[in-house]
């Protein structure tokens, strides 16, 4: 079975500075994708990045990007310049073939001013 | 993105009634929606698959009777907790999705109080 681990269940940055966000996962598969979703305060699910596991350049989007290592089964979620809109809890998701999304269990991200 | 509706946001009933949740994909067609259940700070759960057609699919221990599931269009899923009680009072969330390589659509999810 798929497993994602989110190490890291709280986690606090300065406004402009840039925070890295952990994420490991265990799974035998080779083709799958992962994802980072934010969930603000409002608890909408908004999805932030996604990641295609048979592509070595690692996605980026805007202010966020990931470090997407294949073999060490790692993917970590960075943000730079972080504004107080970025305050929410993260998750690292993984999916493979036609299975419902596994969550890490969350990172709470406070930004402060 | 592709934009899932979920009404209600919030619903109070009786304890011993029935509450529905839909959950519709306004511009794309969800071959797969999933419900999941949220505790608060805590991650989602997941509770049920569902595919256009067919019967939902329950994690374990998840009451089917409990909480049913119907999927009868290729844009809208409904979630029925029967019998409510207290006990169910709880942040439900739908997902959908148009394919697995897709990445899942969440609607705003139901906040759900049985008093």
């Known amino acids: 079975a798929q497993t994602v681990t989110q190490s890291q269940p709280e986690m606090s940055v300065q406004e402009a500075e840039t925070v890295t966000l952990s994420c490991t996962y265990d799974t035998s598969e080779n083709n799958y994708y992962l994802f980072w979703y934010k969930q603000p305060p409002s608890r909408q699910m908004i999805l932030v990045i996604r990641q295609e596991a048979y592509k070595q350049q690692n996605a980026t989007e805007n202010r966020f990007s990931v470090n997407f290592q294949k073999a060490a089964k790692s993917f970590s979620l960075k943000i730079s310049d972080s504004q107080l809109g970025d305050t929410a809890m993260y998750f690292c998701a993984f999916i493979w073939v036609n299975t419902p999304l596994v969550f890490g269990k969350g990172t709470r991200l406070s930004v402060i001013a | 993105g592709a934009v899932v509706s979920q009404h209600p946001s919030r619903v109070i009933c009786k304890s011993g009634t029935s509450v529905k949740i839909e959950c519709r994909s306004l511009d794309f067609q969800a071959t797969t929606m999933f419900w999941y259940r949220q505790f608060p700070k805590q991650s989602l759960m997941l509770m049920a698959t569902?595919?256009?057609?067919?019967?939902?699919?329950?994690e374990q221990g998840v009451e089917k009777d409990k909480f049913l599931i119907n999927h009868a269009s290729l844009t809208l899923s409904t979630l029925t907790v029967t019998s409510a009680h207290p006990e169910d009072s709880s942040f439900y969330i739908c997902?959908?999705?148009?394919?697995?390589?897709?990445?899942?659509?969440f609607g705003q999810g139901t906040r759900l109080t049985v008093v």
């Open positions: 997902s959908a999705r148009g394919g697995w390589d897709t990445e899942a659509f």
């Open positions: 569902s595919n256009e057609g067919s019967k939902a699919t329950y």
